[in-house]
């Protein structure tokens, strides 16, 4: 996972379930290799850290049922119109503590 490239939910979803830049999604990589992909401890742990805001993007697109590109790009929208803007780091932190998304579909 780029740590460099993706700055927004709607890249990190992009990454993650179709590619970027020529390279195989992280889905897919890590269903073919597992966690055996993440060279080190510091990819795992910011590949963990970035699977939180993929897991919430497929939480709620089951629950809203909707397309999981729609809510990353509601995800986008909420950190580019919140009070202070949000990055892709504070979104994990504000997921993580459950402090609750108010996005609507």
């Given at each position: 996972?780029s ?25 897919s ?37 909707v ?8 995800l ?20 993580k ?8 579909f």
């Amino acid at each position: 996972m780029s740590r460099t490239t993706i700055s927004t939910v709607t890249d990190l979803w992009r990454e993650y379930s179709v590619g970027i830049g020529g390279r195989p999604s992280v889905q897919s990589q890590y269903e073919v290799k597992g966690r055996s992909w993440a060279k080190n401890d510091s990819e795992r742990k910011h590949y963990q850290r970035r699977m939180i805001v993929v897991k919430e993007i497929k939480q709620l697109a089951l629950e809203y049922t909707v397309r999981e590109v729609d809510v990353a790009a509601r995800l986008d929208e909420f950190c580019r119109t919140s009070s202070e803007k949000i990055s892709l780091s504070r979104l994990q932190d504000i997921i993580k503590s459950n402090a609750g998304l108010d996005l609507q579909f």
